[in-house]
């Protein structure tokens, strides 16, 4: 004889119900908690949460985004990882030249900030082939 759900008893069918929706509540409430749980988190180990984080992938020869706006005085902290090679993530205007580490080894950190509208070009400042002089974009600051 095959063993069949109705083939159990009653008590047990309950109790498979009842678990499943136990079951189900559990996972609702955890998804809650964190969400709820992440915010607190990050102030009790200081990171500030005025950060805005901008990821941006450096690939042969483009940055994803090649634009992005930012608020005057809002600070924003990229992350800027590559999809192949060795890059650079330049912004002459601010002052800003930074090596990206090729594939798999992370991200480059960089903050930024202005205080005024404007344009900021960035742009690789590592030849990196035959497209390297076409690889930029742009941050609009508005
Ligand atoms: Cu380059």
């Not at 994803?64 to 060795?86: C, M, Q, W, Y």
């Not at 650079?88 to 509208?117: E, L, S, T, W, Y």
């Amino acid at each position: 004889m095959v063993l069949t759900r109705t083939h159990l008893p009653n008590y047990v069918q309950h109790m498979i119900v009842r678990s499943r929706w136990i079951g189900t509540v559990l996972i609702l409430f955890s998804v809650a908690m964190v969400g709820v749980a992440r915010p607190a988190l990050a102030e009790r180990v200081g990171e500030d949460a005025e950060v805005r984080v901008v990821n941006v992938l450096a690939e042969r020869f483009f940055f994803i985004p090649s634009r992005f706006r930012v608020k005057p005085g809002e600070l924003v902290e990229l992350r800027i990882r590559s999809a192949d090679t060795n890059h650079g993530f330049r912004i002459r205007k601010a002052g800003i030249n930074v090596v990206i580490p090729k594939r798999g080894r992370g991200a480059a950190r960089v903050r930024f900030q202005a205080d005024d509208k404007g344009t900021y070009v960035f742009e690789c400042s590592k030849a990196c082939g035959a497209g390297h002089n076409m690889m930029r974009g742009t941050i609009i600051v508005k």
